[in-house]
């Protein structure tokens, strides 16, 4: 593809920061949350997905094929709406026919492996099979695996093909530096730094990209509250060993944190700022999500509702009362990273299991 014939428009687009009552009021402090949930592919995943795409497509990527559970997926695939460029997106089997419909939206070919046939989903007729010899030259086909880890080798060897490209989940520095854009917003918004950034840590891209914001704006000393659910937690043992770490499997229901390790440069980031590395487990995640339902009416995913707990858990607090986080009167940010796999029922369900009230 010509250069020419690419957006240098950002596919992102500048969400809104607001001070929530709510959990101002568990906290004790004003938080104020990044609505990241509101990007048009329903995560904070299009900043850098959309801008490492747009990339590609500048140095002539004539396919893109990214492996996600969900979330990098869709911002994978509305990016190559956008560019016009077809994609292939690889799943794990275990991926809701929620995100598989959402592809569909965005004008993806669906196909489901381990059948003896293939089914195509029409993008002018979203949800009603039709087979297709050849997929058309828009689509984006969709495999299914078991684990994000074997999606992303199968991925891998898929952009050996002359001019494919693969689009990492969380790690590449045109990712990182995608979502560093959300740091820029931060500082437009409230002027002053924040006593504390609040996220969730999965492969780590948003941690990657955070900490290069913070080091760019001139915002170093703010610390990064880094939150994981136990069974997804690649970051915390890799800081606890003081290495990369691979855990033997993923466990937490929080499966859009399911990297069993995380990017290399997430280690990095923590000489570079301070970071405190939590970790919570899932039935906090998953009340954090119902709590965060009642009082704000939006719906994320458990793996937002890890960053959410630092709030409704009282992490902050004890963070505070051992010394480690030093706020006096300074606001807090939390990242409402925002997520595509959730419904309410999946949530109520989520409860059950875990036994949340």
């Not at 952009?159 to 931060?186: K, M, Q, T």
């Not at 437009?188 to 080091?215: D, H, I, N, Q, R």
């Amino acid at each position: 593809m010509e250069a020419e014939r690419v957006r240098v428009e950002p596919f992102h687009r500048v969400t809104p920061l607001l001070e929530s009552w709510a959990l101002s009021r568990v906290a004790g402090m004003p938080v104020f949350l990044k609505y990241e949930n509101v990007q048009p592919a329903g995560s904070f995943k299009i900043r850098g997905i959309g801008h490492f795409c747009q990339q590609m497509a500048m140095r002539g990527c004539r396919h893109l094929v990214c492996s996600s559970g969900g979330n990098a997926g869709i911002a994978a695939a509305y990016s190559a709406r956008k560019l016009g460029i077809p994609a292939t997106i690889v799943l794990p089997e275990t991926t809701s026919t929620q995100v598989v419909r959402r592809l569909e939206g965005e004008g993806a070919e669906v196909q489901l492996t381990g059948k003896l046939w293939l089914s195509w989903i029409s993008p002018c007729t979203p949800g009603w099979p039709r087979t297709h010899r050849e997929p058309l030259a828009s689509a984006s086909r969709v495999l299914g695996v078991k684990v994000w880890d074997e999606a992303n080798t199968r991925a891998q060897e898929l952009a050996r093909r002359d001019g494919w490209v693969n689009v990492s989940p969380f790690d590449h520095p045109l990712i990182w530096e995608g979502h560093a854009s959300l740091v820029r917003e931060l500082k437009e918004s409230l002027g002053t730094p924040p006593g504390a950034v609040v996220l969730s840590v999965g492969g780590g891209g948003l941690l990657a990209g955070v900490t290069e914001g913070l080091l760019e704006v001139g915002w170093r000393h703010v610390p990064i509250v880094a939150m994981e659910t136990r069974g997804a937690h690649s970051f915390n043992a890799a800081l606890q060993a003081g290495r990369l770490v691979t855990l033997p499997d993923i466990t937490s229901v929080a499966r859009s944190l399911g990297a069993k390790t995380v990017a290399a440069r997430t280690l990095e980031c923590a000489k570079e700022c301070e970071i405190l590395s939590e970790v919570v487990e899932d039935r906090e995640a998953v009340s954090a999500v119902q709590r965060f339902l009642d009082d704000e009416r939006m719906l994320v995913e458990p793996a937002c509702g890890a960053a959410l707990a630092a709030v409704y858990s009282g992490i902050l607090g004890r963070l505070q009362a051992e010394g480690r986080l030093r706020l006096a009167q300074a606001s807090i940010v939390v990242i409402v990273c925002g997520g595509n796999n959730i419904s309410n029922q999946q949530l109520q369900e989520l409860k059950t299991q875990l036994g949340c009230s």
